[in-house]
């Protein structure tokens, strides 16, 4: 039983709360701006590397080096929408999305170009995990990256529901047209939404870097995982994504513990769990477990 | 106005594509620049410069033309390199390709663009036992020993070093199920007993749960068998993490400097690996060594500089004994110049075999790598080396032939 909490339960939370960063922002663009951004896995690429360049120059702590790589990145989205998705605005969405596609490739050539395509890491080496009741043994990055992850979706939360901004936000994202035509200004909120998108997606990358290694495909892997977790918790819901990527996170890794030495489900088909979930999920509950809204 | 102005453009155009068509004649490089195999890029690449490097000093291809590289990211997948070898083939009009390097990758663009356009695939690295019976028309050859021989090898290997009882975790693709099916086949043969045997997926964060299943299997070591970017490193951190296991088995895939520079040298002290080698240091391949090392500032050492070197090699005396520039021609000329009899050229002297091909002489290439013999299969027998960590870099302490 330990060791399901141990090897399983635990990394899968690991896993859930990076998936959650990242289709926080997924869910948020989504909902506001109504277009799939298929160029988040790369903003979170581009967050670990910026990170990275702190730790090399700075000889800062990866956790340190989160606030230089959320301002980073969110400039860099900033930016992004301002050069490409803004003069598309008023297109019909799907070219928004191909748009998002080329972004993607170009987001992704310009790291390769600026950091290599070697795989990297924060610290060499590796550590033991500290261990609990002679039993739990979690390892302090783990602690850290749950930790943060908690820390910032009661953050949101509060953001949301009770400031200005947010609450404007969750406004277009409910009915853009009277949200406008209640004189909200648009352009501030999608800049907010940009900001905090690129940001979470910023700390997701460097989390994932902490955890593994930080490649230039670090991102795009992730990003099937993540518009299954936003899918999940209900489009333009920014928590029922984090809780959406929290059940897929756990759900892929819990799903090959063995029951009675019998392993039910191998591990290589630990991909597939994201996706049947989305499937049973918009053939049964399309509004996702938030009420979001129906694609 | 305009149609003029079009006219005068597509006229440029059609001038310059021409002239640069006279020139130039070009080979595919198909080489995983991203992706899993990234950190093994840039020393095969100079391999293959160095042979670019030498055919042009040497005299050029056929009249003297230039032979051009032009290298594809394959991202060592199979959907990738399908459309960078389709890029190859169809925009770039290489005469032949040389690549790819994972063995998903090469089948995959082998399959989709090499052999139904009906062009010269030669492989430095692809060891999967599956390539052996591709239905290529003869257009697809490798210059490493199918794993077949890599596995059988390997399982003598870990024998030897008195490990009884293993667990192997093996990446879900031509290469890992290839090799790690024959590394069980063979191990259990001469008295091996597998505790574990499983598959994963590549490029997931956490294998935890994989791997306290295979650690629970009462084994004395863990053979792993997948790219050291992709999953290999992963497997091996939190192994050491959750003191599953101490002691590490790999194949070339996990052979990667990265291993290290990740995990450091220490805690992998009493691990070993096998990988492609090339035969016991003679006169040829120190000079070469030597002279790439002269060139790129180091780096000689690293896994298959040796086979991208002969790899292209093969190529250009292919392209020079055939006359032309014609694929199937071209393809034709590849086992006359790699294989037994001729006169025996080695790496470095192009310029006599451009003499001895012009001179109507058959000759056989005899590369940094071995002999090159290609069989019906287009395979060739090879070499295995036995590797250990010393300092930051691998050491060869032992070959198999």
Same mark, same amino acid.
């Given at each position: 039983m330990i060791d399901f909490i141990n090897y399983y339960l635990i990394p899968g939370i690991t896993l859930g709360s990076i998936y959650a960063l990242g289709a926080v922002g997924i869910s948020m663009i989504f909902g506001i701006l109504r277009f799939a951004h298929f160029a988040h896995g790369d903003l979170m690429t581009t967050g670990a590397y910026i990170a990275l360049t702190a730790v090399w120059t700075l000889g800062l702590p990866a956790l340190a080096a989160i606030p230089i790589a959320v301002v980073g990145t969110a400039l860099v989205a900033v930016f992004l929408d301002k050069a490409f998705y803004k003069p598309l605005r008023d297109l019909p969405s799907i070219y928004t999305v191909i748009a998002s596609f080329g972004v993607a490739l170009i987001l992704r050539s310009a790291i390769q170009l600026l950091w290599g395509t070697d795989s990297q890491v924060y610290v060499v080496g590796f550590q033991k995990p500290l261990i609990f009741f002679d039993s739990l043994r979690i390892a302090l990055r783990h602690m850290q990256i749950i930790a943060f992850t908690v820390a910032i979706a009661i953050t949101l939360h509060f953001f949301l529901s009770y400031s200005k901004t947010g609450k404007s936000m969750r406004a277009v994202a409910d009915d853009p047209e009277l949200a406008r035509i209640a004189g909200l200004d648009t352009e501030k909120i999608v800049r907010w939404t940009w900001i905090i998108g690129g940001g979470l997606a910023a700390i997701g990358g460097v989390?994932?870097?902490?955890?593994?290694?930080?490649?230039?495909?670090?991102?795009?892997?992730?990003?099937?995982?993540?518009?299954?977790?936003?899918?999940l918790g209900g489009i333009g819901r920014p928590l029922g994504a984090m809780l959406g990527g929290l059940i897929i996170g756990v759900a892929e890794e819990i799903c090959t513990f063995p029951i009675m030495d019998i392993e039910i489900i191998s591990p290589s088909y630990k991909s597939a769990i994201a996706f049947i979930i989305m499937l049973a999920l918009l053939l049964f509950r399309p509004q996702g477990l938030l009420k979001g809204r129906v694609l | 106005m305009n149609k003029t102005l079009l006219m005068l453009t597509t006229a440029a155009c059609i001038t310059f594509a021409g002239s640069a068509w006279a020139e130039d004649i070009k080979v595919g490089a198909l080489m995983g620049v991203t992706g899993p195999l990234a950190n093994f890029i840039p020393p095969i690449l100079n391999g293959a410069k160095l042979a670019e490097a030498d055919v042009n000093k040497g005299g050029g291809l056929l009249d003297g033309q230039t032979m051009k590289l032009v290298v594809a990211d394959s991202q060592a997948s199979a959907q990738p390199s399908v459309d960078a070898a389709g890029k190859l083939v169809n925009i770039e009009n290489v005469v032949a390709i040389m690549g790819a390097l994972s063995s998903g990758a090469t089948i995959a663009a082998a399959n989709a663009v090499a052999i139904p356009n009906g062009v010269l695939q030669v492989s430095p690295t692809a060891t999967a036992p599956s390539m052996t019976n591709l239905e290529d028309n003869d257009y697809v050859y490798r210059i490493v020993p199918s794993d077949n021989y890599q596995g059988k090898v390997l399982a003598r290997a870990v024998l030897e070093e008195g490990f009884k009882k293993v667990a192997i975790t093996y990446v879900n693709n031509d290469y890992g199920v290839g090799i790690?099916?024959?590394?069980?086949?063979?191990?259990? !043969?001469?008295?091996?007993?597998?505790?574990?045997?499983?598959?994963h997926e590549d490029k997931k964060n956490s294998y935890r749960g994989e791997l306290a299943t295979l650690a629970s299997s009462g084994a004395d070591a863990l053979v792993v068998i997948a790219y050291a970017a992709g999953s290999g490193a992963k497997i091996v951190k939190q192994s050491l993490e $959750?003191?599953?296991?101490?002691?590490?088995?790999?194949?070339?895939?996990?052979?990667?400097?990265?291993?290290?520079?990740?995990?450091?040298?220490? #805690?992998?002290? /009493? /691990?070993?690996?096998?990988?492609?080698?090339?035969?016991?240091?003679?006169? =040829?391949?120190? =000079?070469?060594?030597? *002279?790439?090392?002269?060139?790129?500032?180091?780096?000689?050492?690293?896994?298959?500089?040796?086979?991208?070197?002969? #790899?292209?090699?093969?190529?250009?005396?292919?392209?020079?004994? #055939?006359?032309?520039?014609? *694929?199937?021609?071209?393809? $034709?000329?590849? *086992?006359?110049?790699?294989? #037994?009899?001729?006169?025996?050229?080695?790496?470095?002297?192009?310029?006599?075999?451009?003499?001895?091909?012009?001179?109507?002489?058959?000759?056989?290439?005899?590369?940094?790598?071995? =002999?090159?013999?290609?069989?019906?299969?287009?395979?060739?027998?090879?070499?295995?080396? !036995?590797?250990?960590?010393?300092?930051?870099?691998?050491?060869?302490?032992?070959?198999?032939?």
């Open positions: 989390f994932v870097g902490l955890d593994t290694d930080i490649h230039t495909n670090l991102g795009w892997n992730l990003l099937l995982p993540m518009f299954a977790a936003a899918l | 790690g099916n024959t590394f069980k086949v063979e191990y259990e !043969k001469l008295g091996g007993v597998v505790t574990k045997f499983s598959k $959750n003191g599953f296991f101490e002691k590490f088995i790999g194949t070339d895939g996990l052979r990667d400097d990265i291993l290290i520079q990740q995990i450091g040298a220490e #805690a992998l002290a /009493s /691990s070993f690996f096998t990988s492609p080698s090339s035969p016991s240091s003679n006169e =040829a391949t120190e =000079a070469f060594h030597a *002279r790439f090392d002269e060139t790129f500032g180091g780096g000689s050492d690293k896994p298959f500089v040796d086979q991208a070197y002969d #790899a292209t090699m093969l190529i250009a005396l292919a392209i020079q004994q #055939a006359g032309s520039t014609d *694929r199937t021609a071209v393809k $034709n000329a590849l *086992r006359s110049v790699a294989n #037994a009899p001729g006169e025996i050229v080695g790496p470095g002297e192009w310029a006599k075999a451009r003499e001895l091909i012009s001179a109507g002489k058959d000759i056989n290439y005899e590369g940094v790598s071995g =002999a090159h013999e290609f069989d019906a299969n287009g395979d060739v027998a090879g070499y295995i080396g !036995k590797y250990i960590v010393e300092g930051d870099s691998y050491k060869q302490t032992k070959i198999f032939n």
